[in-house]
């Protein structure tokens, strides 16, 4: 990136708690990527949120040389389990505070009174989540009570208006937005695919001018996978399955069957594995990440 002409600033995650998924060591975390000839980094601030998941966020000060304002970013990762949506509120809460206190440093050091902000990243939840409702609806209300704060906006929650021969968006300012105009989806394999990745910004301050197409699904799934990936992953399915049914018949009547204990577990579905490029999705050949 760096022979692209952008600059960076990266955030680890810490390596404290064990998780299923990565373990203890952890070599992820949060990166931001600007245009060296376009803006200056001011000052950046990083946040380890106060829980078990090892996640982080980062803020980050730039100046736009050309109008010489000052705008912050902020990049985050929240907890993958959206169903833990306590968890994942939590995170969001503390990064809402630390975006407050760093917004208030900021404008200080710069003698800017309107700073605007731009939060991006995988928020790991949906437009109907209840995530997504506090970011676009309460976010500040309670961090801020003099001042009639506004909540984000997506710039994606009008993407149902976008004219796909030029990723101009060409409608009036004041068209419909919301969750129904959301991107169809961010993330695809063959577990779900959902829209779970946003870039919310300051309403007061910024304004979306035009957005870039989805790739169709076609392209997402254009590959097999590794060799074997089905297979593997229908192993697990089984093993994960097997475990269900014996935890059933535990519980159960001792006057059952066992046919009872494996009815009142979750059924099975297995991949078929003479069609894995209708499962694979991304990342393949073209798509280096799971998320677009």
Same mark, same amino acid.
């Given at each position: 990136m760096a022979?692209?002409g952008y600059?960076s600033v990266y955030l680890?995650?810490?390596s404290?708690?064990?998780?299923?998924w990565?373990?203890?060591?952890?070599?992820?975390?949060?990166?931001t990527?600007f245009r060296r000839d376009?803006?200056?980094?001011i000052?950046?601030?990083?946040?380890?949120?106060?829980?078990?998941h090892?996640?982080v966020g980062?803020?980050?000060a730039?100046?736009?040389l050309?109008?010489?304002r000052?705008?912050?970013?902020?990049n985050t990762?929240?907890?993958w389990?959206?169903?833990?949506?306590?968890d994942?509120?939590?995170e969001l809460k503390?990064?809402e505070a630390?975006?407050?206190?760093?917004k208030?440093?900021?404008?200080?050091?710069?003698q800017?009174?309107?700073i605007?902000?731009?939060?991006?990243?995988?928020?790991?939840?949906?437009p109907?989540?209840?995530?997504?409702?506090?970011?676009?609806?309460e976010l500040?209300?309670?961090?801020d009570?003099?001042?009639?704060p506004?909540?984000?906006r997506s710039?994606?929650d009008?993407?149902?208006h976008?004219?796909? @021969?030029?990723?101009e968006?060409?409608v009036?300012?004041?068209?419909?937005?919301?969750?129904?105009?959301?991107a169809?989806y961010?993330?695809?394999?063959?577990?779900?695919?959902?829209t779970?990745?946003y870039i919310?910004?300051?309403?007061?301050?910024?304004a979306?001018?035009?957005l870039l197409?989805?790739?169709p699904e076609?392209?997402?799934k254009?590959?097999d996978g590794p060799?074997?990936?089905i @297979?593997e @992953?229908?192993?697990?399915?089984?093993?994960?399955?097997?475990?269900?049914?014996?935890?059933?018949a535990?519980k159960?009547?001792?006057?059952?069957?066992d046919?009872?204990?494996?009815?009142?577990?979750?059924?099975?579905k297995?991949?078929?594995?003479?069609?894995?490029a209708?499962?694979?999705g991304?990342?393949?050949r073209?798509?280096?990440?799971?998320?677009i």
């Open positions: 022979d692209q600059n680890k995650r810490p404290i708690t064990k998780s299923s990565s373990g203890v060591d952890k070599y992820d975390g949060c990166g990527f376009k803006f200056k980094l000052t950046e601030y990083s946040v380890n949120y106060k829980d078990v090892d996640r980062l803020l980050v730039l100046e736009h050309a109008t010489q000052t705008l912050i970013v902020a990762h929240l907890y389990d959206s169903r833990k949506v306590s994942q509120l939590a503390e990064m630390a975006i407050t206190r760093f208030d440093q900021v404008a200080k050091q710069q800017q009174s309107e605007g902000v731009i939060m991006c990243g995988d928020f790991n939840n949906g109907s989540s209840e995530i997504y409702h506090y970011v676009t609806q500040f209300k309670q961090q009570t003099s001042n009639s506004v909540p984000f710039a994606y009008v993407y149902g976008l004219d796909t @021969e030029s990723a968006i060409r009036p300012s004041n068209t419909a937005y919301g969750t129904q105009y959301e169809p961010t993330s695809s394999n063959f577990k779900r695919q959902w779970i990745d919310f910004y300051s309403p007061q301050v910024f979306t001018t035009g197409e989805i790739p076609e392209a997402l254009a590959d060799e074997g990936w @297979e @992953e229908n192993k697990n399915l089984q093993q994960a399955h097997d475990k269900s049914v014996a935890a059933a535990v159960q009547d001792p006057a059952s069957s046919s009872d204990a494996a009815k009142s577990a979750p059924a099975l297995l991949l078929d594995a003479s069609n894995p209708h499962y694979n991304i990342p393949n073209s798509f280096g990440s799971d998320h």
